[in-house]
């Protein structure tokens, strides 16, 4: 929690003050005396001491706070804004037990086509599981089913001898259609039809030891609901995380309002799911915003609720968990989504695999935008169907910076919960490099910025070498350096990648960096290299 060492009227005292000051240096007599203007210059000269001085006691203060492990973050004031206006925290008072964090560094990518405040139910005959979605397994995974053979929802499909006991479950009941496989024969998807009466295969939920837990979420699938960092890959058995992350927001282009999805989850099965949590770890964070509002995470038992605000990526999982305990070499962190959370909790409540998902279908180039309740896994064609503006569009399962392109026949990814559709940019533009274009977004913009731009797949620009800019610092709110971490993964440099601080990252987490990029560089593809190449040396 931010603490004001000032209080309301100190803070009023000191605004007066200064205001009166000011006036006085500034004011000009109609007839000015010698004795006037010297009496004014000296009050202008004091008043620009006294705010200089207070600058910096509160740049101290804040830096020995950030210093003390778990503490508080201490302010001397507010923000400018905070300051005259009020800040939104006071408006909403919110049930806050953790850390309360402003952020300054980010930059919010305003595209039109938002999903509208409209929910629909859709459902396919056909879902697909891909082992593609799952960092750090190998390319052919054992099977457990072969093409023909009839599943139940949670019903094993196949697991992977690098992650023992981990097995990968069908989200819906029905028939394995299609073993799909791509270059050198890895399988790419396993697509079931689903049939209309969709059973569940039931689970003993009579656990209670950390052990058993591990073991049933492993059996039924729902570990894999978990992302283990560092590396980004499906959490392990024998791991034990120091804290589990859920954020409760989402600040990416196209994003789902997060308050729709909360208010949506079954509370019941919310509570038990955090409840789960905390017999994993003892530090189970929930992560919102000012902007948070869902009775969702009232009362909430078993979680510590964290406050982070700023622009994108504020609601990057990894960007607050850099901020409220860093992993430093040799830490496990396990992350989660709020919907996930929600999964495991039916599990246990019903002892049922039931992944549901809120799924928010955005961008401009639709007729129809809106949020979709649907299930894991789904097959996207009827959603894109006849719903096009432009033929000529890229169909993304995930947000526009990091998602993956799975054209408009494709299948829902195991972790989205929000499909973009933008117009594909394969036309070149005439002298596009020398003059001025329409309005677009960009960190230096040419022309006033918009309030949403229209946009599509165009780079605009090559990939060049390094140019030094410092433009992944305005963006990337960590304490790192990013442009010195990636030229070190490009040179396979084992030390100076660790040093760097490549644990705290994942492709997310630098796909702002990837879009302001001068030289066009693929930073999340060199991210991945540089985390391939660190836990093969592990």
């Not at 778990?70 to 939104?88: D, H, I, Q, R, V």
């Not at 082992?131 to 390319?139: A, R």
């Not at 919102?288 to 609601?315: E, F, K, R």
Request: neutral net charge; aromatic residues 10%; contains cysteine.
């Amino acid at each position: 929690m931010s603490k004001n060492i000032f209080s309301i009227n100190s803070k009023l005292a000191f605004s007066f003050l200064f205001s009166t000051l000011s006036l006085l240096s500034f004011a000009s007599p109609i007839e000015p005396s010698s004795t006037t203007l010297i009496f004014g210059l000296f009050a202008g000269l004091l008043a620009l001491v006294v705010f200089i001085v207070g600058l910096l006691s509160d740049s101290i203060i804040k830096l020995l706070s950030k210093k003390v492990e778990g503490a508080e973050t201490t302010s001397l004031f507010n923000s400018f804004k905070n300051y005259f206006l009020g800040s939104g925290q006071s408006k909403k008072k919110k049930s806050v037990n953790g850390k309360s964090i402003s952020l300054k560094e980010g930059f919010d990518i305003k595209l039109s086509g938002n999903a509208r405040n409209d929910f629909k139910k859709y459902e396919s005959n056909l879902y697909a599981v891909k082992p593609t979605d799952f960092v750090g397994l190998k390319p052919i995974p054992k099977m457990l089913v072969k093409e023909g053979a009839t599943v139940k929802a949670g019903d094993a499909l196949f697991y992977d001898t690098g992650f023992e006991g981990v097995k990968f479950v069908s989200p819906v009941s029905g028939k394995v259609k299609e073993i799909r496989r791509g270059a050198k024969r890895a399988i790419t998807e396993i697509i079931i039809e689903a049939d209309a009466k969709n059973e569940y295969k039931k689970f003993n939920t009579n656990v209670s030891s950390r052990e058993d837990i591990l073991n049933l979420l492993a059996e039924s699938g729902t570990l894999a609901l978990f992302i283990e960092r560092p590396y980004g890959i499906v959490p392990s058995l024998n791991h034990t995380p120091k804290s589990i992350h859920v954020s409760c927001f989402d600040t990416a282009p196209l994003a789902p309002n997060y308050n729709e999805i909360l208010n949506r989850l079954n509370k019941n099965d919310f509570q038990k799911g955090v409840e789960v949590l905390s017999k994993l770890t003892d530090n189970v964070h929930l992560n919102i915003t000012n902007n948070t509002d869902s009775s969702l995470l009232d009362n909430i038992n078993g979680a510590t609720v964290n406050i982070v605000n700023g622009l994108h990526p504020a609601g990057n999982v990894g960007i607050q968990i850099h901020h409220i305990s860093p992993i430093n070499k040799g830490d496990i962190v396990w992350t989660i989504q709020p919907e996930d959370v929600a999964v495991i909790g039916k599990l246990f409540n019903e002892g049922i695999y039931s992944p549901k998902r809120i799924v928010a279908l955005a961008g401009n180039v639709l007729k129809e935008r809106n949020y979709v309740e649907t299930t894991q896994g789904v097959n996207i064609a009827g959603l894109i169907k006849d719903n096009l503006k432009n033929e000529n569009s890229r169909v993304i399962s995930g947000d526009p910076l990091s998602g993956t392109a799975v054209g408009k026949d494709g299948f829902l990814g195991f972790y989205d919960n929000q499909i973009s559709v933008i117009e594909e940019g394969d036309e070149y533009e005439l002298f596009g490099w020398l003059i001025p274009s329409y309005a677009r977004p960009s960190l230096s913009p040419t022309f006033p910025k918009s309030k949403t731009y229209d946009v599509n797949t165009n780079t605009h620009g090559e990939k060049r070498a390094f140019v030094v800019t410092g433009e992944y610092k305005e963006v990337l709110p960590m304490n790192i350096y990013p442009q010195f971490l990636f030229k070190s993964i490009i040179k396979e440099d084992f030390e100076e990648i660790e040093g760097l601080g490549i644990y705290e990252l994942i492709e997310e987490d630098v796909a702002l960096c990837e879009f302001v990029c001068t030289s066009k560089q693929p930073l999340q593809q060199i991210l991945r290299t540089g985390l391939d190449f660190i836990r093969s040396q592990s």
